[in-house]
């Protein structure tokens, strides 16, 4: 069974900086997107950057020029770098990755969440 565990959520301050982490345990299966998503309380889950297993990135306008998602594919790992961070972007933070398996076919998996907040 695949799982992505992800690290890094914590408490900052506005203006301060977090590097979440998310790695797929090992398995026969390629991976290809790798994604965050956030889900503030009481608001619907939204995606905030998104990588390819080429290296191509799509981010949420909310973060552009702050935050930047990285994949290291030799470690089945992705991260997501914050900067300059805002109390709106307070929420819990989810790593999902689109998987081919070659039992299952195509595998859309999620991490458990890891919570960011920021306030002062």
């Known amino acids: 069974q695949v799982q992505l565990v992800e690290s890094g959520g914590g408490l900052v301050q506005p203006g301060g900086s977090l590097r979440l982490s998310c790695e797929a345990s090992?398995?026969?299966?390629?991976?290809?997107?790798m994604a965050w998503y956030r889900q503030a309380p009481g608001k619907q889950r939204e995606s905030v950057a998104v990588i390819t297993n080429g290296g191509s990135t799509v981010y949420a306008d909310s973060v552009k020029g702050r935050f930047t998602i990285s994949r290291d594919n030799a470690e089945n790992t992705v991260y997501l770098q914050m900067n300059s961070l805002k109390p709106e972007d307070t929420a819990v933070y989810y790593c999902?990755?689109?998987?081919?398996?070659?039992?299952?076919?195509?595998?859309?998996?999620w991490g458990q969440g890891t919570l960011v907040t920021v306030s002062s």
């Open positions: 090992r398995g026969l299966y390629r991976i290809n997107t």
């Open positions: 999902n990755a689109n998987l081919l398996s070659p039992t299952f076919g195509d595998l859309e998996v």
